[in-house]
């Protein structure tokens, strides 16, 4: 796999951070927060690396709360402390709280007619694209940093886990000493 120049981290403005925000939670439908962060905080930007950036996919996925804003407040914690991550929260949340007001107004309206079932089913077609989205930032991030055997046992056995129905809770409190004590094994082997 060639490997990619990465730019040095910058550390933007706030108002930076407020606009990269914004148009993240104005163009994300039906999920796929993820990967539109990674694409504009690491990729495009270089505000934070590869390794930084899963570390708060992972914080975000344990954390309580939507994924999305949790990354927000990561991210925006990480450039800018506190007031980062209210910068970050609030450019991703002001045009979506916005769109769900007006859409969910539509929708109600629109339901009551007889034509109305085009607008639920566009709404279904949006939601098939964020899990498009979601799946291919994960198995980008996957080809990129899950180098180790038990990295990919990890991987594996949480995606199996929760794919046959086991509560969020038991696989992690599974998976999160297991994946600690691998991880421990193998940089002690190396």
């Given at each position: 796999m060639p490997t990619r120049k990465t730019r040095p981290p910058t550390n933007p403005r706030l108002r930076d951070i407020f606009a990269v925000f914004l148009r993240m939670g104005a163009m994300s439908f039906g999920g796929g927060m993820t990967s539109w962060t990674r694409r504009?905080?690491?990729?495009?930007?270089?505000?934070?690396?590869?390794?930084?950036?899963?570390?708060?996919?992972?914080?975000?996925?344990?954390s309580p709360g939507a994924n999305g804003v949790n990354i927000a407040v990561y991210v925006g914690t990480v450039l800018h402390g506190g007031l980062g991550a209210l910068v970050a929260v609030l450019g991703m949340l002001a045009a979506p709280v916005t769109v769900v007001l007006l859409a969910g107004g539509l929708y109600f309206g629109m339901n009551a007619l007889p034509q109305g079932a085009w607008f639920a089913a566009a709404l279904a077609g949006i939601g098939a694209g964020a899990i498009g989205l979601n799946l291919a930032n994960g198995l980008r991030l996957f080809r990129r940093n899950i180098r180790r055997l038990g990295a990919i046992a990890v991987v594996v056995a949480t995606a199996a886990s929760l794919g046959l129905g086991v509560p969020l809770g038991w696989v992690l409190v599974v998976m999160i000493p297991a994946s600690l004590l691998i991880a421990w094994a193998e940089r002690s082997q190396a």
């Open positions: 504009e905080v690491v990729e495009r930007r270089g505000w934070i690396d590869d390794r930084r950036f899963i570390t708060g996919v992972g914080l975000s996925q344990i």
